[in-house]
């Protein structure tokens, strides 16, 4: 293996993952659990920004 450079790094709280860096790729290495949890996350967050685009939003005519 042509690893450059392996570190861990935390991307939030309880996830853990590591970069491997080559000369001509980057690969991030997450834990399964780590992953479904941000998932999680990314989830939630989609729903938040999409109820603030609905509060924010110009109101629509009555038709």
Same mark, same amino acid.
């Not at 991030?28 to 999409?50: C, D, G, P, W």
């Given at each position: 293996?042509?690893?450059?450079?392996?570190?861990?790094?935390?991307?939030?709280?309880?996830?853990?993952?590591?970069?491997?860096? &080559?000369?001509?790729?980057?690969? &991030?290495?997450?834990? &399964?659990?780590?992953?479904?949890?941000?998932?999680?996350?990314?989830?939630?967050?989609?729903?938040?920004?999409?109820?603030?685009?609905?509060?924010?939003?110009?109101? &629509?005519?009555?038709?």
């Amino acid at each position: 293996m042509f690893l450059a450079e392996s570190m861990p790094y935390f991307a939030g709280e309880n996830i853990k993952m590591y970069k491997l860096k &080559t000369s001509c790729m980057e690969l &991030t290495i997450i834990e &399964t659990n780590a992953y479904l949890e941000m998932r999680k996350q990314f989830s939630l967050l989609a729903v938040q920004l999409e109820d603030f685009r609905k509060k924010v939003a110009p109101p &629509t005519p009555d038709k």
